[in-house]
Antibody
Framework: EVLLVESGGGPVQPGGSLRLACVGS????????LNWVRQAPGKGLEWLTH???????WFADSVKGRFSASRDNAKNSIYLQMNSLRVDDTAVYFC??????????WGQGTLVTVSS | QSALTQPPSASGSPGQSVAISCTGT?????????VSWYQQHPGKAPKLIIY???QRPSGVPDRFSGSKSDNTASLTVSGLQTEDEADYYC??????????FGGGTKLTVV
């Protein structure tokens, strides 16, 4: 069974930093690209970053320069480092597996709340 | 990276068919066959129901179908069932190594 489990969310003050993690299991992790997607409360989905199987990365303009990503295939994990957080970064952050340029499996999400 | 345009709401009665549109540009939907659709029930993670414009993942009922014409993609749900009541999002791979989602459509089965 394919599983993706996010962690690392929580409350943070504006301007602060947070590092999210996503652990995958049930599939050959190193062979797949993964994405981070977020959803603000009551809002729609927003793609943030693509972490390629070859360790290349693409970012949405909205987070370029503030967010970075990495992967550790030995730990079946990808990470999202979020800096200079703003109130409008408050959202549930999902990790997804990429297949056929779509997200075929999603984690349960981790909530990030940016507030003073 | 403007969001794709979806109607905010759609509705239909059990057994009927409903179509949800998703309009983009010549840089995203118009230039890509990498169009996908997601179903999201309240409090749950989204679920992939269509990929590559018209392909269904294993386990997704054939009541769900997708299509594309020029810069507009469409999701059709046939034989509506009460459990189809959910939010639906379209998504397209864009021309600048990015993905863009639609704003979402709330489908009500009345």
């Amino acid at each position: 069974e394919v599983l993706l489990v996010e962690s690392g969310g929580g409350p943070v003050q504006p301007g602060g930093s947070l590092r999210l993690a996503c652990v995958g299991s049930g599939f050959p992790f190193s062979e797949y690209s993964l994405n981070w997607v977020r959803q603000a409360p009551g809002k729609g989905l927003e793609w943030l970053t693509h972490v390629g199987a070859g360790n290349y990365m693409w970012f949405a303009d909205s987070v370029k320069g503030r967010f970075s990503a990495s992967r550790d295939n030995a730990k079946n994990s990808i990470y999202l480092q979020m800096n200079s957080l703003r109130v409008d970064d408050t959202a549930v952050y999902f990790c997804t597996r990429d297949k056929y340029w779509a997200s075929d499996y999603w984690g349960q999400g981790t909530l990030v709340t940016v507030s003073s | 990276q403007s969001a794709l345009t979806q109607p905010p709401s759609a509705s239909g009665s059990p057994g009927q068919s409903v179509a949800i549109s998703c309009t983009g540009t010549s840089s995203d939907i118009g230039a890509s066959d990498h169009v996908s659709w997601y179903q999201q029930h309240p409090g749950k993670a989204p679920k992939l129901i269509i990929y590559e414009v018209d392909q269904r993942p294993s386990g997704v009922p054939d009541r769900f179908s997708g299509s594309k014409s020029d810069n507009t993609a469409s999701l059709t749900v046939s034989g509506l069932q009460t459990e189809d009541e959910a939010d639906y999002y379209c998504c397209s791979f864009g021309g600048k190594n990015n993905w863009v989602f639609g704003g979402g459509t709330k489908l009500t089965v009345v």
